[in-house]
Antibody
Framework: EVHLLESGGGLVQPGGSLRLSCAAS????????LTWVRQAPGKGLEWVST????????YYADSVKGRFTISRDNSKNILYLQMNSLRADDTAVYYCARAFWTGSPRNALGVWGQGTTVTVSS | IVLTQSPGTLSLSPGESATLSCRASQSVDNNFLAWYQQKPGQVPKLLIY???NRATGIPDRFSGSGSGTDFTLAISRLEPEDFAVYYCQQYGSSPYTFGQGTKLEIK
């Protein structure tokens, strides 16, 4: 069974840093692009970042570019999101999601984790 | 690309049909447009990809159509479990944006 499990969320002060992880199982990890999507409390979905299967191509929303870094360790089947210079408006549930089919990062999101909550507050 | 969904809220009764709209600010490459359903307290679920292809296990009551800048999700014979929030997303060109969502509520 395909499974994604996020971790690393928590309470952090404005300007602080946090690293999220997403452990994957049940599929050939390196064959699929992976994405982080966030959802602020009571709000809609916001695409954050996508990384290709090899890790060689990365894509970011303007709202996080220069502050967040997506990466993956294909030997450990783990996706990461390093978040620096955090702001109050980064407060959200962060979901990792797997591409629907193998190959291209230009892909629908077919499998979602349960999410991890990030709260940025003093 | 900015995606604008309408209406913001749609109030219908079980058994009726729903039509949800997603309009893009510019043409979506290859019609790479997906629809997701999110119920309260649950993670989003992929319904439609490539504008008109149902994902695995999605009933044929759900259908997607459209191309270029105008896309539609149609749901026929609404079931109680269909009442949820629906999001469109374009993945044709980065940033892979979502629409703001349409809430389908029971009338």
């Amino acid at each position: 069974e395909v499974h994604l499990l996020e971790s690393g969320g928590g309470l952090v002060q404005p300007g602080g840093s946090l690293r999220l992880s997403c452990a994957a199982s049940g599929f050939n990890f390196s064959n699929f692009a992976l994405t982080w999507v966030r959802q602020a409390p009571g709000k809609g979905l916001e695409w954050v970042s996508t990384v290709s299967g090899t890790g060689g191509s990365t894509y970011y929303a303007d709202s996080v570019k220069g502050r967040f870094t997506i990466s993956r360790d294909n030997s450990k089947n783990i996706l990461y999101l390093q978040m620096n210079s955090l702001r109050a408006d980064d407060t959200a549930v962060y979901y990792c999601a797997r591409a629907f089919w193998t190959g291209s990062p230009r892909n629908a999101l077919g499998v979602w984790g349960q999410g991890t909550t990030v709260t940025v507050s003093s | 690309i900015v995606l604008t969904q309408s209406p913001g809220t749609l109030s219908l009764s079980p058994g009726e049909s729903a039509t949800l709209s997603c309009r893009a600010s510019q043409s979506v490459d290859n019609n790479f447009l997906a629809w997701y359903q999110q119920k309260p307290g649950q993670v989003p679920k992929l319904l439609i990809y490539g504008a008109s292809n149902r994902a695995t296990g999605i009933p044929d009551r759900f259908s997607g159509s459209g191309s270029g800048t105008d896309f539609t999700l149609a749901i026929s014979r609404l079931e109680p479990e269909d009442f949820a929030v629906y999001y469109c997303q374009q993945y044709g060109s980065s940033p892979y944006t979502f629409g703001q969502g349409t809430k389908l509520e029971i009338k």
